[in-house]
């Protein structure tokens, strides 16, 4: 098969007919094929091959960030089927990307009766890998180029919604989701003054059923809808070699080891939900709109390990060679959430916009915990029996937002905006041991964001937008939260002449948290210019071009958790990105005129981790017959990190294959 699709994709394009024929058509464009049962199929097929050089340097940086393999590939797929008879359905389209291998593959059907039902549903295939070497690796100055935080997961989601008596005023609705994973990866067992880097094994299952109805009528939209879920989690590390973790040097004398471990912890639990939304025009000048959403969530887990080896209790300086624990416990968390909001036009020119948020929850748990430690210090007992006794452990969250915004056509080229955020809420939850306000800890959110920006489109060739936010809080949640702060967003857009149009884009903020122990200061900018030729309409030729200038700075005091010393936390990104495409179309030929494509990407970054990624990319496609072209495209993947050299990857990636019309 795959000495098929190589020859398959070499074949020159001198096999072409010897008699001109016209440009193969754009997919849209093509002649529809009729059968006898009145069925008329249009679309296209993209199929090929791809090589993949061998990776020089970081294979797992390579996964990591790209992961694309070699093989024969589906590229694209685009089906429609038009059913003259209407027996059992009008109108089917099936559509598919990137199947054979690559990390992300799609399929979409849609199959509809006019008036009867809707049909839709989607399928995902995902593939998700990180193990990139710097992180999360303690032993990093040792040479040891393996992260102790790494996955490798396989991801599928499937969607499916059917509509019935679609495009009448009540449309009852049913739909049905599934979200399921499963892989390995390598995550660290912790234990007191140790850490063991061990393989993890996981899986994952989310169902949701939902259904409802739609009411559409001419001032009035209503849904109604009701569902649930169910899902479970589990996880589980294993291994019965010896590890004597990321600490060297030894305790009192003794090293400590890890020589089997069996760990696992499921997860199972349940939701259902009721969801209501509302929009109404009561009048000319009046829309207003609400949604409420009220769902219940509740959890079981058990947890469970068995460890042998050579470990301390860091409280007791007590040493012992083997544990046994298990852990029960549940969840449950109400959960409320609903919005309001309007649009008034009192007068020709002028639109308030209101809205109000608010969303409440709280999570009421319990848990019971059993463990059996076997000592092997002197003068202690051979087993030491610990249980802790159920505790509840509220965690309770109350947010909202109110906003009204003003919108005022000055003049027919130019409009304003003005406008107030007001955000509030508290928060409570357990407190830690290292705690010193008792039981609970306490949090409170108090914002006040001022609004305001403006349009101003003089004529069709200039557009002009800007829109900033400056805000002060007395309390925020985190210390990152955003807290005293100022956003702005602007816009241009121009068009030079006809064949000719740039736009700009600028956007900064700056958030500042000046309370002591934490002096927050964050600034993130971005500039960046886009510029787009198409000469005589882009027939011949067609240029984009795109430059982004970016920068990140990231200063803030904390407490190093192993010895609560105050210590700096300092960070900071100047980037240049950059990416251009030149496109142009060869003198005509008897097979048509070949297209090719010349440019690509580029990044360079400096700062604390300075990175470099180069990406250029050539493509062609060429009609051998109006209704079968032939295709190819290479790419160059070039990555690199001064500071870890050992990460830096590189590859040749090329494409060949052909598209067939229908």
């Not at 340097?57 to 008879?85: D, H, Q």
């Not at 430690?373 to 937002?401: D, E, H, K, M, Q």
């Not at 400056?470 to 068009?495: E, I, N, W």
């Not at 984009?544 to 010895?563: A, E, H, N």
Request: hydrophobic fraction near 35%; proline fraction near 5%.
């Amino acid at each position: 098969m795959r000495l098929l699709f190589v020859i398959l994709c070499l074949l020159p394009p001198a096999m072409a007919q010897d008699t001109e024929t016209p440009s193969a058509p754009k997919p849209q464009e093509a002649k529809p094929l009729a059968s006898a049962a009145e069925q008329v199929i249009t679309g296209d097929l993209d199929f090929g091959y791809r090589w993949t050089s061998n990776v020089g340097g970081s294979a797992a940086t390579y996964r990591s960030i790209v992961n694309l393999g070699e093989g024969p590939k589906l590229f694209n797929l685009n089906l429609s089927l038009r059913n003259g008879a209407r027996k059992v359905f009008d109108k089917l389209n099936v559509r598919a990307n990137s199947w054979g291998g690559d990390p992300y593959n799609t399929a979409h059907l849609d199959v509809e009766r006019d008036r009867a039902y809707r049909l839709s549903a989607d399928y995902r295939n995902i593939i998700y890998f990180s193990a990139e070497p710097s992180f999360g690796n303690p032993l990093l100055n040792q040479g040891v180029l393996t992260s102790q935080n790494s996955y490798d997961l396989h991801r599928r989601l499937f969607d499916v919604d059917l509509d019935l008596l679609p495009s009448r005023r009540v449309t009852p609705y049913l739909a049905y989701t599934r979200d399921w994973g499963e892989g390995r990866g390598v995550t660290d067992f912790v234990a007191d003054s140790n850490q063991y880097p061990v393989a993890d094994h996981f899986r994952d299952k989310t169902d949701q059923y939902r259904g409802g109805l739609r009411i559409e009528l001419t001032r009035l939209h209503v849904t109604l809808e009701q569902g649930g879920t169910t899902f479970k989690d589990d996880q589980r590390l294993l291994t019965s070699d010896r590890n004597f973790g990321n600490r060297v040097a030894p305790i009192f004398g003794q090293q400590l080891l890890l020589d089997y471990l069996n760990q696992a912890y499921g997860v199972r639990g349940d939701s259902i939900y009721s969801k209501a939304l509302v929009t109404v025009t009561p009048a000319s000048w009046l829309d207003v709109y609400g949604q409420f959403l009220y769902s219940r969530p509740q959890s079981d887990v058990k947890y469970s390990q068995i460890n042998t080896g050579l470990f301390v209790n860091s409280a007791s300086l007590a040493f012992f060679s083997a544990q046994n624990g298990i852990v029960l416990a549940e969840a449950k968390q109400p959960h409320t959430s609903g919005s309001f909001g309007m649009e008034v036009r009192p007068v020709r020119r002028v639109r308030i916009l209101e809205s109000l948020t608010s969303d409440h929850f709280h999570i009421s748990s319990s848990s019971l915990e059993d463990d059996l430690f076997w000592g092997i210090t002197p003068g202690l007992p051979p087993v030491t029996a610990i249980s802790s006794i159920p505790y509840v452990t509220p965690l309770v969250v109350n947010y909202n937002r109110q906003e009204v915004d003003l919108l005022v056509d000055a003049t027919k080229k130019v409009t304003l905006r003005a406008g107030h955020r007001y955000e509030w809420g508290d928060a409570q939850a357990r407190a830690s041991t290292l705690s010193q306000t008792g039981l609970a800890e306490m949090g409170e959110l108090k914002r006040q964001v001022g609004l305001a920006g403006f349009s101003y489109r003089p004529d069709e060739k200039l557009s002009l937008y800007f829109d900033f936010e400056d805000s002060g809080s007395a309390q925020s949640y985190f210390r990152t939260s955003l807290h005293d702060y100022q956003k702005g967003r602007a816009r241009v857009k121009y068009q030079v002449m006809s064949c000719l149009t740039v736009s700009a884009n600028l956007s900064v903020l700056n958030n500042q948290n000046p309370a002591p122990g934490i002096r927050y200061d964050f600034l993130s900018r971005e500039n960046g210019i886009t510029l787009f030729w198409t000469p005589r309409g882009g027939k011949r030729i067609s240029f984009l071009g795109d430059y982004t200038r970016s920068s990140l700075r990231s200063d803030l005091d904390y407490l190093v958790p192993q010895t609560l010393q105050p210590a700096r936390s300092f960070y900071r990104d100047n980037a240049h990105t950059g990416t251009g495409f030149l496109e142009f179309h060869l003198p005509s030929m008897k097979q048509g005129t070949p297209l090719i494509s010349v440019g690509g990407s580029v990044f360079s970054s400096s700062g604390s981790r300075p990175t470099h990624f180069y990406q250029p990319v050539g493509r062609f496609t060429f009609p051998i017959h109006k209704k079968l072209w032939w295709f190819g495209e290479w790419r160059w993947y070039d990555f690199s990190e001064p500071f870890y050299l050992f990460e830096g990857f590189r590859t040749h990636n090329l494409i060949l294959g052909f598209r067939a019309v229908l």
